[in-house]
């Protein structure tokens, strides 16, 4: 098993949420900057939050289908240290990318499955893959059971993880990470704090929140 495995919070839109995902110890924050996302962040509420981190939390700049200059400049201006890249992207487009900071670069089941392009992303430097569900932020979890036999080593997980589930997720495929949005959530985009430290608590203990 992963001997320490990186835990984010994904969908963070304030300073309070920021500052409480990082004091229940979580390793990265995730402020998603996708027009189409209810839990859009503008630049100035993600830099604050940001900045109300300190620099061993990992801020992670998410966008779907941007252009090249819109997210090296959102993530400059937002004070992101990695970005995290949904979307049918190119090879040499997440490659760019790389250049300038750490990316999670996010692929569905399918593409797993004999898509020798979207799998070129697993030889660039600087560029780590994390397997999703087909709609991200959705809340519906993977079947981990079925990608046993086809999930990467090193690879992050994320789709539909809370707290009562991360540690059966962990136990099945043993990520590198795990990544978590709508089920720590009170409302889109509003961060349940209790939620957020048992999430948290689960990844690293390998104990579910009911102690299963």
Same mark, same amino acid.
């Given at each position: 098993?992963?001997?320490?495995?990186?835990?984010?919070?994904?969908?963070?839109?304030?300073?309070?949420?920021?500052?409480?995902?990082?004091?229940?110890?979580?390793?990265?924050?995730?402020?998603?900057?996708?027009?189409?996302?209810?839990?859009?962040?503008? /630049?100035?509420?993600?830099?604050? *939050?940001?900045? &109300? =981190?300190? +620099?061993?939390? @990992?801020?992670?700049?998410?966008? %779907?289908?941007?252009?090249?200059?819109?997210?090296?400049?959102?993530?400059?201006?937002?004070?992101?240290?990695?970005?995290?890249?949904?979307?049918?992207?190119?090879?040499?487009?997440?490659?760019?990318?790389?250049?300038?900071?750490?990316?999670?670069?996010?692929?569905?089941?399918?593409?797993?499955?004999?898509?020798?392009?979207?799998?070129?992303?697993?030889?660039?430097?600087?560029?780590?893959?994390?397997?999703?569900?087909?709609?991200?932020?959705?809340? /519906?979890?993977?079947?981990?059971? *079925?990608?046993? &036999? =086809?999930? +990467?080593?090193? @690879?992050?997980?994320?789709?539909? %993880?809370?707290?009562?589930?991360?540690?059966?997720?962990?136990?099945?495929?043993?990520?590198?990470?795990?990544?978590?949005?709508?089920?720590?959530?009170?409302?889109?985009?509003?961060?349940?704090?209790?939620?957020?430290?048992?999430?948290?608590?689960?990844?690293?203990?390998?104990?579910?929140?009911?102690?299963?």
């Amino acid at each position: 098993m992963t001997a320490h495995i990186r835990v984010k919070v994904c969908g963070t839109t304030s300073v309070t949420d920021a500052v409480q995902a990082a004091e229940a110890g979580a390793d990265a924050l995730g402020f998603i900057f996708a027009p189409i996302s209810k839990r859009l962040v503008t /630049v100035e509420a993600a830099r604050a *939050a940001s900045l &109300s =981190v300190g +620099p061993v939390v @990992a801020r992670v700049g998410v966008f %779907l289908n941007q252009g090249l200059d819109e997210v090296l400049r959102t993530a400059e201006r937002a004070r992101m240290s990695a970005v995290q890249l949904h979307g049918d992207l190119s090879s040499l487009y997440v490659s760019e990318v790389a250049r300038y900071h750490p990316v999670l670069r996010v692929l569905r089941p399918a593409d797993l499955r004999g898509n020798a392009d979207a799998l070129e992303v697993l030889d660039l430097p600087g560029v780590t893959l994390m397997l999703d569900a087909p709609e991200p932020g959705g809340g /519906v979890p993977l079947d981990w059971e *079925a990608l046993r &036999s =086809v999930f +990467p080593a090193g @690879a992050w997980l994320a789709g539909g %993880l809370g707290p009562q589930n991360v540690a059966a997720a962990i136990q099945a495929l043993n990520p590198a990470g795990v990544d978590a949005v709508s089920r720590l959530e009170s409302s889109a985009g509003v961060k349940n704090h209790e939620l957020v430290r048992s999430f948290v608590l689960a990844a690293r203990s390998g104990l579910s929140a009911d102690g299963a």
